[in-house]
């Protein structure tokens, strides 16, 4: 990127959230994605949905491709000045609470004892029927 791009405020970028106007913020740099919300594989929500905060998770988190990456240099419009980010930029999700212990041992082993002794008891009903019909 070149060494005179510009700067924005993350307050700046933010501001572009719309259909018509879809700036990212990814890896510290701006994205100007609206010509590519038509465009996304994974559809203009997804985009829409990344904007007014710092994006790099997301969109490391999918894979891209390199041929993707490759693309974001047409989109490019500057750098976010990382001190204008807001203290809470990153949502940390709240844990899941423990859940029951369902695993009951002698339940779990009467279940796995059926399920190897139930097929060896058909297998010896079928055999027994069939050498009960040739007599």
Not at 11 to 32: F, P, T
Not at 56 to 82: C, I, L, P, Q
């Amino acid at each position: 990127m070149a060494s005179d791009s510009k700067l924005f405020t993350f307050e700046e970028v933010a501001k572009h959230d719309r259909k018509n106007d879809c700036w990212l913020i990814i890896s510290e740099k701006v994205y100007d994605v609206t010509p590519f919300l038509d465009d996304h594989p994974g559809g203009d929500d997804v985009l829409l949905g990344a904007t007014g905060k710092d994006a790099t998770d997301e969109f490391e988190d999918v894979g891209h491709s390199d041929d993707a990456r490759g693309m974001m240099k047409k989109y490019y419009v500057g750098e976010v000045d990382v001190s204008t980010f807001p203290t809470n930029k990153k949502h940390v999700p709240q844990p899941l609470p423990p859940r029951p212990n369902t695993d009951n041992a002698q339940g779990s082993g009467l279940i796995k004892l059926l399920q190897f002794l139930l097929p060896l008891l058909v297998l010896a009903l079928a055999f027994s029927l069939k050498y009960l019909k040739k007599e």
